[in-house]
């Protein structure tokens, strides 16, 4: 039963953190420790150092910590609690991730990709009537448990809630999706092509068009690089948004290009401009925390032609709950599904509209 008190009855990884007498060592640098170390100094947490995998260490020290190897730390502490502070999504990393939480206490705290602030038992009990009808708009039991761990997960920091509700994207093709897709695919947060490979893959060229959408100059062009030989491909270098015409968007490498005052001015297009009248099959948003402004752009999309959907709902605090409400107002006939990839912690969490 999806129980607020339940909830609120779970240990908070914050709260374990800051009770536990066992030492504290964060497993990772880079803008993750950032983001602990301000999170620890909130609620009042003493790390006891740092340590990073083998290969990374060279000697040198992160935020006043000389960084360590694990194997170092074991030899001087007997019992320990390892904070990791980076994403986990390959399976050799995953791996390593569940061979130290088999030696040592390990807590992923939730920290927002996009905001400071993590998902905390008190947003959820402000919140709960909202989320609870986002449970009840799951339509199969296992998306009500995975919807169920992950808040579990965000509040505790236990993988082992991952663990229970994990699934491969195939399971997504081939029980939500289905490979036929008579229509156009829109790719919006295209990165380097690997989502068109994947989708290529699945849908054994059962599509008539594919659009893939990336802002960012340097991962359009490996996503051009990619498309050469693939006809049925047209590229749009340009950010997706709630209208089409310019917004600031930042220079990030990798995945992490999103919208930004401070960055530069970019090209930005709405789903509903691109696709016009002819519609689309299936979209895809994974826009580092623009979804609700690339919805809003898709809106008469939706409304008029229903494509299959899969949406990012892990880039921001309220993104669990607002992004499905905000799915449903567009169009009351979608049936609604959760699934979570591999990935430490909950960043690979995708709600599918069908």
Known sequence: MFSLERFLELESSWEFLRKTEL?????????????LLNQFEKYGIKESGIFASDEFVRGHSFMGHTVKKLSQVEEKNEE???VLAFGAGYDSLIEKIDSISRKHKLIVPDTAVIGGEPFTKEYLEENFERAEKVYELMADEFSKKVYENIICYKITGEISYLRE????????????????????????????????????????????????????????????????????????????????????????????????????????????????????????????GAEKEALDGSA???????????????HRLSDMIDIPLQVYEMNKDYKFYIRHYPYYPAWETNLFCI
């Open 80 to 82: 320990f609690v390892v």
């Open 300 to 314: 008469e999309t939706i409304k008029r032609f229903s494509p299959k959907l899969c949406v990012a709902l892990y």
């Open 165 to 288: 509700i994990t699934t491969l994207p195939c399971e997504a093709y081939e029980n939500l999706l289905g490979n036929e897709f008579s229509g156009t695919y829109v790719d919006l947060g295209a990165y380097n092509g690997d989502t068109v490979r994947e989708f290529i893959e699945f849908s054994k060229g059962n599509h008539k068009e594919i659009i893939a959408v990336e802002p960012n100059g340097r991962n359009f062009r490996k996503l051009c690089e990619y498309g050469d030989n693939i006809k049925e491909l047209q590229c749009v270098n340009a950010a997706c948004w709630s209208y089409s015409g310019e917004i600031n968007f930042s220079k990030g490498g990798g995945r992490m290009a999103k919208a930004d005052e401070k960055g530069v001015v970019t090209k930005c297009v709405s789903v509903d401009d691109l696709v016009g009248n002819v519609g689309c099959a299936y979209i895809k948003y994974d826009v580092e």
């Open 23 to 35: 030492p504290i060592f964060i497993y990772g640098m880079g803008d993750g420790c950032v983001k």
